[in-house]
């Protein structure tokens, strides 16, 4: 079991930046690949980034390419998400999400663990 805890969610004015981190704790060497999810009001949990534990490998969703960066630090255990040139539709609960699978990196349904969220509001 991996145990995911998120953190660093705000309220921020667009064009500014917030990082979100996620730590893992238990039997984090089960864990391939940490994503970052997000949920807006009315809306579908969509995929936004991940990055595999070992060797790094990071993939985007195109909605957030260039502007967020994924990262990890082994060491801590921790997943990071950093997001720039924030817009009011990245407004959404920010999920990180735990997988064993190399399989496809952005399906809900790979990930066997989740965090409970954090809540990043972006005002126009």
């Known amino acids: 079991q991996v145990h995911l805890v998120e953190s660093g969610g705000g309220l921020v004015q667009a064009g500014g930046s917030l990082r979100l981190s996620c730590v893992a704790s238990?039997?984090?060497?089960?864990?391939?690949?940490l994503a970052w999810f997000r949920q807006a009001p009315g809306k579908d949990r969509e995929f936004v980034a991940s990055?595999?534990?070992?060797?790094?490998?990071?993939f985007y969703d195109d909605s957030v390419k260039g502007r967020f960066t994924i990262s990890r630090d082994n060491a801590k255990n921790t997943v990071y998400l950093q997001m720039n040139s924030l817009k009011p539709e990245d407004t959404a609960v920010y999920y990180c999400a735990g997988s064993q699978y190399s399989g496809r990196f952005n399906t809900q349904t790979e990930y066997s663990y989740w965090g409970q969220g954090t809540q990043v509001t972006v005002s126009s």
């Open positions: 238990g039997r984090t060497s089960s864990a391939y690949r």
């Open positions: 990055i595999t534990w070992s060797a790094g490998i990071t």
